[in-house]
């Protein structure tokens, strides 16, 4: 027995001759919740369904709880999934909508209500039981969906994209009954999503996928403080990272001097090679951006443009000096006073730095992390 | 949604089987029967072969002739007066009227029953030479006419039978008006468009599709109309109103003229496989699809 | 001046009124039209039938059941009730196994990849347009070798195979209106293909079954060129089949027979219509407006 739920091993799918899944590999670890993000048609959808069984790949393996299920009908896999539109049955009440997977198994009648008022207690569904799906709330299905998918007690649970369906308050509360249940029950899950929010809360680990490779794997704070290409950095993160030309200039064991149109900098970085090309692109994002205080260092100088205020916080979009680039954001405190046209000198928390070479790869990488440890 | 072909062919089993056994087969032994001379109280088997006498034989049969004239007559007035009535009345209905299911209702009966033999028979009583309408026109002192005896009168009876059926085609357009959207005409008004010119240029065009539908399921039916007939007036007086369905089970099943009656029913084939040829050929040049229906229907329906 | 303006604009206030006004009319004016024959089909079956050649009216004067209880009884040896059980003998097995069969060939066109299935829908459509009189004469010829010319077997068992191209496209649509998801949930949920189908699918589309049903129904009740051909002993006739054959009887002397033989004949089809009615309207448009 090993401690891996579902591995995927060189996966791929063609629809009439083209490839929309192109060699995905995947060890989802036993009890873990892996969040599937990536840019909209990349294939998220089309790898969980491969997993359910509702597709069957054109290559690979795809082995859950240890058993090659790759060929193996939807319902033999010990899977269960939770659709974005809920695909509750409408004819059905709540307890037959659970129940039915059950039935269809044929369970005696006392085991399949016992079974589901467990699940309605622990979703809160027990006033309920006797109603259809119409006659629920949105909230109200998706737990509905949820207690189907629990019922059968799955190895592993699939969802993809459950709760953007939702109104953004219905969409944080069940976001936080998610991550309850999911520490509750232990189960191991894939879930598929667009919202960030989703995926750095809920997940143990994400998986970037673009154009049905997958970009980087691990965990949500590993993704956002090391990126391992421009796509994951601009991928995780809100707002986006910053991305500003650059020429390396050399480097040391543990800094690298890079060129920018107002100067050089120093990047404490460790293992960078020299780059193909000295062309290279410096990352920020806009929290390790800030005013520079009085006797602080200076490193970049520029125009406010615009000014965001969302109340806690603050965005400032500011024009730099010389540069050949978009104006950047930075992330400033919701009280800070600025204004527009206000010229301003920026210093960056120099070692959340990002570089990448001119093909989009990350350029070494930050002092405090150990790639042995991914 | 399922990819497995053994199981997806066994669930479209039983088309492929009824077509061709009752379809396809049929479809084709008709023409050869058209191509015989087979009588429907001999075996098959001693039928001749005549080749296309049986269609020269329709050159000098004046019944034929005159049951051709009538057919076209009939489907040439019945076809346009019905689906303008119905587009009328449709469009009357979609005003925001109260009580709009009601009239539905009232006007759709009429062709849910009017196939029936039942109402078939009210028809002959309404149109006797004592019935409803000749009474009616003595109340207010005009002498009544024998209207099914008269070859003019007699068809008019049967048009007016299926006009009196109007309501599907109405209910189809009044679906079709309801599908267009609200704010085009409400935008047409902010320029000022008159509400007869917003029928020309918004209700018209975006109506096309559902007038195609209706047209063709029009045309089909009224070249296929019988019971109306048969009933009604017997096909007289005078074959004036023996419309060609008649005339091809008159053939077959009074006469036995087996392969006369198949070549009848071919030549019928034709005449509606060629209008309906037309208007799905015509159809780019007036009917307007607002999106494009990409492989919605399989591909195959258009 | 401004008189003349106040006058305009008090004719002007008044126009959705009057505009109204003359719609409701001619609504009301032509659908009483329309239905005067029913009425006078009604009224008449009440009347004698010396009322019936003298007064135009449908409410009759002296209501009388005399025309119910000799056409019930009508010119033959059998009564009106053995033609009306004759006809659901026929029409009932009709409408199950049309039911049974379009909805199975439909969820077959509209969920499966089946080799050649554009083809096969093409022909499927084309059997809407095919005039039913080119197919009359060889089933006729089939039925006879089959033995089964006087029963009601040519008039039941096409429809076992799908045989009305019109149905099967209409649940077609209906079936392509239903979300994906719903359907693959039950495959999660265990079922197979067909438990799909008649535990999920069939359930949802329910009202389009009882289009389905509803308008086999009427059709088949309608039917007389089939019974006509087919059946030859007056024991076995059909309704359509029973009221053809008493005009040509008794028409001269008892229209109030014959008017309440209609009556009685139309009635399953009204009771149903009346129902039923946002059924048949969503069964014919959904071909229409959908497609
Ligand atoms: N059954 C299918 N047949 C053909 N192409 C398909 C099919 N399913 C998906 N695709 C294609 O595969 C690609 C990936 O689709 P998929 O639904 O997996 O994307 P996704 O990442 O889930 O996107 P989204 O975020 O929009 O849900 C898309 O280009 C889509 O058009
Ligand atoms: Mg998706």
């Given amino acids: 027995m090993t401690s891996s739920s579902v591995r995927l091993s060189a996966v791929t799918?063609?629809?009439?001759?083209?490839?929309?899944?192109?060699?995905?590999?995947?060890?989802?670890?036993?009890?873990?919740?892996?969040?599937?993000?990536?840019?909209?048609?990349?294939?998220?959808?089309?790898?969980?369904?491969?997993?359910?069984?509702?597709?069957?790949p054109t290559s690979g393996e795809i082995i859950i709880a240890d058993k090659d299920v790759t060929y193996a009908h939807p319902s033999k896999r010990g899977v269960a999934m939770v659709f974005q539109s809920y695909a509750l049955y409408p004819h059905m009440t709540v307890e037959d909508n659970i129940a039915f997977a059950l039935k269809i198994q044929g369970r005696p009648k006392a085991e399949i209500r016992a079974k589901v008022h467990e699940v309605a207690e622990i979703l809160q569904l027990d006033h309920l039981l006797q109603r259809r799906p119409k006659a629920l709330s949105g909230g109200q299905r998706?737990?509905?969906?949820?207690?189907?998918?629990?019922?059968?007690?799955?190895?592993?649970?699939?969802?993809?994209?459950?709760?953007?369906?939702?109104?953004?308050?219905?969409?944080?509360?069940?976001?936080?009954?998610?991550?309850?249940?999911?520490?509750?029950?232990?189960?191991?899950?894939?879930?598929?999503?667009?919202?960030?929010?989703?995926?750095?809360?809920?997940?143990?680990?994400?998986?970037?996928?673009?154009?049905?490779?997958?970009?980087?794997?691990?965990?949500?704070?590993?993704?956002?403080?090391?990126?391992?290409?421009?796509?994951?950095?601009?991928?995780?993160?809100?707002?986006?990272?910053?991305?500003?030309?650059?020429?390396?200039?050399?480097?040391?064991?543990?800094?690298?001097?890079?060129?920018?149109?107002?100067g050089s900098l120093i990047i404490p970085r460790k293992d960078v090679s020299k780059p193909a090309s000295d062309k290279i692109q410096l990352g920020l994002r806009p929290e390790s951006l800030s005013l520079t205080a009085p006797g602080a260092e200076a490193h970049l100088t520029g125009y406010v443009t615009l000014i965001e205020r969302l109340g806690g916080e603050t965005f400032a979009y500011v024009t730099l000096k010389e540069f050949d680039c978009e104006p950047i954001i930075i992330k400033l405190d919701g009280e800070t006073a600025v204004h527009n046209h206000q010229e301003v000198a920026l210093t960056i928390e120099l070692k959340r730095a990002h570089l990448f070479d001119a093909d989009d790869q990350a350029l070494g990488h930050a002092p405090d992390f150990d790639p042995a440890q991914v | 949604m399922f990819n497995d072909k053994k199981i997806g062919s066994l669930y479209v089993a039983p088309f492929v089987i009824g077509f061709l056994l009752f379809t396809a087969f049929p479809f084709v032994a008709s023409f050869v029967l058209s191509l015989t001379d087979a009588q429907l109280q001999d075996q098959l088997g001693s039928a001749n072969f005549t080749g296309i006498q049986n269609y020269t034989e329709m050159g000098r049969d004046a019944t034929f002739q005159k049951s051709?004239?009538?057919?076209?007559?009939?489907?040439?007035?019945?076809?346009?007066?019905?689906?303008?009535?119905?587009?009328?009345?449709?469009?009357?209905?979609?005003?925001?009227?109260?009580?709009?299911?009601?009239?539905?209702?009232?006007?759709?009966?009429?062709?849910?029953?009017?196939?029936?033999?039942?109402?078939?028979?009210?028809?002959?009583?309404?149109?006797?030479?004592?019935?409803?309408?000749?009474?009616?026109?003595?109340?207010?002192?005009?002498?009544?006419?024998?209207?099914?005896?008269?070859?003019?009168?007699?068809?008019?009876?049967?048009?007016?039978?299926?006009?009196?059926?109007?309501g599907s085609a109405m209910v189809v357009f009044l679906a079709g008006l309801k599908a267009i959207p609200e704010d085009l005409y409400e935008a047409a008004d902010l320029d000022g468009a008159s509400r007869l010119r917003q029928f020309w240029m918004i209700t018209l065009p975006l109506l096309t599709p559902v007038l195609f539908f209706n047209f063709i399921m029009q045309i089909v039916q009224a070249f296929q109309e019988f019971n109306g007939p048969y009933i009604i007036t017997g096909g007289g007086p005078l074959k004036s109103s023996y419309l060609l369905p008649l005339m091809i089970y008159e053939e077959g099943f009074k006469y036995f003229n087996l392969g006369y009656s198949s070549a009848l029913s071919w030549v019928l084939f034709v005449i509606i496989a060629v209008f309906t040829a037309i208007a799905f050929w015509s159809q780019k040049h007036w009917v307007f699809y607002a999106q494009d229906r990409e492989d919605k229907n399989g591909g195959a329906q258009k | 001046?401004?008189?003349?303006?106040?006058?305009?604009?008090?004719?002007?206030?008044?126009?959705?009124?009057?505009?109204?006004?003359?719609?409701?009319?001619?609504?009301?004016?032509?659908?009483?039209?329309?239905?005067?024959?029913?009425?006078?089909?009604?009224?008449?079956?009440?009347?004698?039938?010396?009322?019936?050649?003298?007064?135009?009216?449908?409410?009759?004067?002296?209501?009388?059941?005399?025309?119910?209880?000799?056409?019930?009884?009508?010119?033959?040896?059998?009564?009106?009730?053995?033609?009306?059980?004759?006809?659901?003998?026929?029409?009932?097995?009709?409408?199950?196994?049309?039911?049974?069969?379009?909805?199975?060939?439909?969820?077959?066109?509209?969920?499966?990849?089946?080799?050649?299935?554009?083809?096969?829908?093409?022909?499927?459509?084309?059997?809407?347009?095919?005039?039913?009189?080119?197919?009359?004469?060889?089933?006729?010829?089939?039925f006879r070798e089959f033995g089964w010319l006087d029963t009601y077997l040519p008039l039941i068992a096409p429809q076992a195979f799908a045989v009305e191209g019109f149905f099967v496209f209409m649940i077609i649509q209906f079936m392509r209106s239903l979300p994906m998801e719903m359907e693959?949930?039950?495959?999660?949920?265990?079922?197979?293909?067909?438990?799909?189908?008649?535990?999920?699918?069939?359930?949802?589309?329910?009202?389009?079954?009882?289009?389905?049903?509803?308008?086999?129904?009427?059709?088949?009740?309608?039917?007389?060129?089939?019974?006509?051909?087919?059946?030859?002993?007056?024991?076995?006739?059909?309704?359509?089949?029973?009221?053809?054959?008493?005009?040509?009887?008794?028409?001269?002397?008892?229209?109030?027979?014959?008017?309440?033989?209609?009556?009685?004949?139309?009635?399953?089809?009204?009771?149903l219509f009346f129902v039923a009615q946002r059924y048949f309207v969503e069964g014919i448009t959904s071909g229409a407006v959908k497609g």
């Fill in chain 1, 13 to 56: 799918k063609s629809f009439n001759g083209t490839d929309v899944i192109k060699g995905v590999s995947l060890d989802v670890k036993k009890g873990e919740l892996v969040v599937f993000v990536g840019p909209s048609g990349c294939g998220k959808s089309t790898l969980l369904r491969l997993i359910a069984g509702l597709e069957t």
């Fill in chain 1, 142 to 262: 998706q737990r509905v969906a949820i207690g189907r998918a629990i019922v059968r007690e799955p190895d592993v649970f699939l969802f993809d994209e459950p709760l953007s369906n939702l109104d953004a308050s219905l969409r944080g509360q069940m976001r936080v009954e998610i991550a309850r249940l999911h520490r509750k029950l232990g189960a191991t899950s894939v879930y598929v999503t667009h919202d960030q929010v989703e995926a750095m809360t809920l997940a143990d680990k994400i998986v970037v996928l673009r154009a049905g490779l997958v970009e980087q794997v691990g965990s949500p704070m590993t993704l956002y403080r090391h990126p391992a290409n421009l796509f994951v950095a601009g991928f995780i993160g809100s707002p986006r990272m910053n991305i500003l030309p650059a020429t390396f200039a050399g480097s040391t064991a543990d800094s690298v001097r890079i060129q920018t149109a107002q």
């Fill in chain 2, 68 to 166: 051709l004239g009538v057919t076209f007559f009939y489907v040439f007035i019945t076809v346009p007066l019905k689906l303008a009535f119905a587009l009328f009345i449709a469009v009357v209905l979609n005003f925001k009227l109260r009580a709009i299911g009601f009239f539905r209702t009232a006007y759709y009966l009429p062709s849910i029953l009017g196939g029936s033999v039942a109402i078939a028979i009210v028809w002959r009583f309404v149109f006797a030479g004592d019935g409803l309408i000749n009474q009616a026109l003595e109340m207010i002192g005009i002498t009544g006419v024998n209207w099914l005896g008269e070859p003019n009168t007699a068809m008019f009876s049967i048009i007016l039978l299926r006009l009196w059926q109007f």
């Fill in chain 3, 1 to 142: 001046m401004s008189q003349s303006a106040t006058a305009d604009a008090g004719w002007r206030k008044h126009l959705p009124v009057i505009n109204a006004f003359m719609r409701y009319g001619i609504l009301i004016i032509i659908g009483f039209m329309m239905l005067y024959p029913l009425f006078w089909m009604i009224g008449g079956s009440f009347k004698n039938n010396q009322e019936i050649f003298s007064s135009i009216g449908f409410i009759p004067k002296e209501p009388t059941l005399d025309g119910f209880k000799k056409g019930w009884e009508t010119s033959t040896e059998y009564t009106f009730a053995t033609y009306l059980i004759n006809t659901m003998k026929i029409v009932v097995p009709k409408v199950i196994v049309t039911v049974i069969s379009s909805v199975i060939v439909a969820y077959g066109f509209a969920r499966f990849a089946i080799p050649g299935r554009k083809l096969l829908f093409a022909l499927l459509m084309a059997t809407v347009l095919l005039p039913k009189s080119v197919l009359l004469i060889p089933q006729y010829l089939m």
């Fill in chain 3, 184 to 271: 693959e949930a039950a495959v999660m949920d265990g079922c197979n293909s067909f438990q799909v189908l008649t535990l999920v699918v069939a359930p949802v589309i329910l009202p389009a079954i009882i289009s389905v049903a509803l308008f086999q129904f009427m059709w088949s009740m309608n039917d007389f060129l089939q019974p006509l051909i087919y059946l030859s002993s007056v024991e076995k006739y059909p309704v359509a089949l029973a009221l053809k054959m008493s005009i040509d009887v008794t028409e001269a002397t008892s229209w109030n027979e014959i008017l309440a033989m209609s009556t009685i004949a139309l009635a399953p089809s009204l009771i």
